[in-house]
């Protein structure tokens, strides 16, 4: 789906700073030494960035080949179907973006592979629009088809078998475009804030 990457996902040099800051906050869930897979990769902004052992990076498009970084090993398939792994290999199952381009059926599959592929206690970490945040612009994404808010997809995760470990209903804005320049150097101090303007993303992590 190249065409969707030129449209909606051109690669922003910007955006390679903000994920050194995001990766940063989300260490805290990921151990240096775990083996982790980022499904949906894409730009492979969070596996270029993550500190692990082991990164994997998927994604259906062969962007992900051209965008790893030389210690990320790209693949390029489908994150429904993830028989190239071995049950228990990954510590971590990272996906941004991903869960409301996905049909329920779709999303039903992935969680399932996630939960086979990942160690006892590991963890998946999501970061997704939250349509309570952004009931306006949610579909401005001509891609998305599933509605999620924060407490919609803490509650299908949980049904799915997976125990709540952190939920931050207001993460980040929608969209890490600016119109206004080079903001990266407040991205720190808006994941320390309590305050969030325009938030529109949440981050929710559970384990299995």
């Known amino acids: 789906m190249s065409n969707y990457f030129e449209t909606r996902l051109a ?7 903000i994920w050194q ?5 989300l260490q805290r869930w990921i151990s240096t030494d775990a ?22 990076a998927m994604d259906l498009d062969s962007t992900v080949d051209r965008a790893a970084a030389a210690h990320v090993e790209p693949v390029i398939g489908d ?20 869960l409301e381009h996905l049909d329920r059926d779709s999303s039903n599959r992935l969680l399932a592979e996630a ?34 808010t924060d407490q919609s997809l803490q509650d299908y995760l949980v049904a799915e078998g997976w125990k709540i ?3 931050k209903a207001k993460f980040m804005p ?3 475009k600016s119109k206004g320049g080079n903001l990266t150097f407040v991205v720190p101090w808006y994941l320390r804030s309590p305050i969030k303007p325009l938030a529109g993303q949440m981050l929710v992590v559970a384990s299995r």
């Open 35 to 56: 083996e982790v897979l980022e499904l949906g990769a894409g730009w492979c902004d969070f596996s270029n960035n993550v500190k692990a052992k082991r990164v994997v």
């Open 165 to 167: 470990d952190a939920v």
């Open 21 to 25: 800051h995001l990766c940063n906050y």
């Open 115 to 148: 939960k086979r592929v990942l160690r006892p206690g590991g963890r998946l970490i999501l970061m997704q629009p939250n349509f309570r945040l952004n009931p306006g612009r949610y579909f401005d994404d001509f891609t998305h088809v599933a509605i999620f």
């Open 79 to 98: 994150c429904t179907d993830l028989g190239k792994f071995e049950d228990g290999t990954f510590d971590v199952v990272f996906a941004s973006n991903l």
């Open 174 to 176: 929608l969209t890490l």
């Open 11 to 17: 690669h922003n040099a910007n955006r390679t700073k």
